[in-house]
């Protein structure tokens, strides 16, 4: 337990009730759990009731405490930025969301540019024209699978595919074959 066993933290309270209100007032699930877990451990809970009451690590809760102690609850807000998400403002994500709809890659992606055939959307597609429209790169092709969904494609792989049937040319040739015996 290092240095968390030492319990050198103890909140005022005063330092709980603000806690206490700032965690009740906010929408942010992560910094409601950080204000929620300084609080109990300030308070003199044991440090695996809270990680298990708040879902953290001792290494989280030990983190934040220290946060704390020398930023007061502004040192707890998250360091999150929004990530990929933030890097297309909501006006230009439905400009994505409604050209993903309206045109295939073929319409909109030179054939230099493309990866596909230019029939459906595929990541490799979105990442090439999000980068041409707007020049936004994403770190996840789990990012370009999200804004895929957003447009309500579904993901499927349309090379290599297993083919259950037959091309019609196939099946003419396998009924002439028969005939003829």
């Not at 895929?148 to 290599?160: C, D, P, V, Y």
């Amino acid at each position: 337990m290092g240095r968390m066993a030492k319990r050198m933290f103890e909140l005022s309270e005063e330092q709980q009730a603000a806690l206490r209100s700032h965690g009740d007032q906010t929408n942010d699930r992560r910094l409601s759990e950080r204000l929620q877990a300084v609080r109990l451990y300030g308070e003199g809970w044991r440090v695996a009731d809270i990680c298990d009451s708040v879902g953290c690590s001792e290494r989280s809760l030990r983190r934040w405490c220290e946060q704390y102690r020398h930023h007061g609850i502004d040192g707890l807000g998250s360091g999150w930025r929004g990530g990929n998400n933030a890097k297309l403002s909501a006006e230009a994500r439905a400009e994505v969301i409604a050209k993903l709809n309206q045109y295939r890659p073929d319409q909109v992606l030179s054939s230099a540019l493309r990866v596909s055939h230019g029939a459906f959307w595929t990541v490799s597609d979105l990442t090439i024209g999000l980068q041409v429209w707007y020049g936004v790169s994403y770190q996840s092709a789990n990012s370009y699978r999200a804004v895929l969904a957003e447009a309500n494609f579904s993901l499927q792989r349309t090379e290599n595919q297993y083919r259950s049937r037959r091309s019609d040319q196939a099946v003419a040739d396998f009924e002439a074959g028969l005939e003829k015996k």
